[in-house]
């Protein structure tokens, strides 16, 4: 069974930083690009990047809304994804969810975790 | 970027009525190359995280039941249910996956009536 676990959310002044975490099972993580994505308070979904496979690069793409504060990486000999979040801001509150990215280069998200809230305010 | 856009943003239906959901994109989602269509559908219940039910525009997910179904092509996409049932009432986004930034249509909320 696919699970995805995130941890590391809590409340964080602006400016801070914070990390998160996404433990996978349940699949041969090092085969699968990841993905982050988030939600705000009673808003939409937002896509804020994803991590390729190595057989792909392994290379990564953010939101606009996030590049050069935020820092995706994977570790596969523990199936670990991470979200290295910098220079928070307000507007970076939100639920924050792993998804397993399914395709080549270009994925839609087939399983995702069950979120961690990231609250940013002094 | 590709904006998607969906209508209604709410819609009510009775109970074993048909639902239908539509998703436009800002510019065509079909790859020529591949002849496929990059967009997705997800279902998000209360308190839940998404929960994928198309892609390829029309390919359901294992385990998603056969009333739900997509269709379009280009930049004109629908999700229909065919006879809703109670615990269909959700959020709905569709997605597009043609280039990045991957974007979300900005939700519809299914009630029932």
């Known amino acids: 069974e696919v699970q995805l676990v995130e941890s590391g959310g809590g409340l964080v002044q602006p400016g801070r930083s914070l990390r998160l975490s996404c433990t996978a099972s349940g699949f041969a993580f090092g085969d699968f690009a990841m993905s982050w994505a988030r939600q705000a308070p009673g808003k939409g979904l937002e896509w804020v990047g994803f991590i390729r496979s190595k057989a792909y690069g392994g290379t990564i793409e953010y939101a606009a809304s996030v590049k050069g504060r935020f820092t995706i990486s994977r570790d596969d000999s523990k199936s670990i994804a991470y979200l290295e979040m910098s220079s928070l801001k307000t507007e970076d509150t939100a639920v924050y969810y792993c998804?397993?990215?399914?395709?080549?280069?270009?994925?839609?998200?087939?399983?995702w975790g069950q979120g961690t809230l990231v609250t940013v305010s002094s | 970027d590709i904006v998607m856009t969906q209508s209604p943003d709410s819609l009510a239906v009775s109970l074993g009525e048909r639902a239908t959901i539509n998703c436009k994109s800002s510019q065509s989602v079909l790859y020529s190359s591949n002849n496929k269509n990059y967009l997705a559908w997800y279902q998000q219940k209360p308190g839940q995280p998404p929960k994928l039910l198309i892609y390829?525009?029309?390919t359901r997910e294992s385990g998603v039941p056969d009333r739900f179904s997509g269709s379009g092509s280009g930049t004109d996409f629908t999700l229909t249910i065919s006879s809703l049932q109670a615990e269909d009432v959700a959020l709905y986004y569709c997605?597009?996956?043609?280039?990045?930034?991957?974007?979300f249509g900005q939700g519809t909320k299914l009630e029932i009536k």
């Open positions: 997605q597009q996956y043609f280039n990045t930034p991957h974007t």
């Open positions: 390829w525009a029309s």
């Open positions: 998804t397993r990215a399914h395709g080549d280069y270009l994925y839609y998200f087939d399983y």
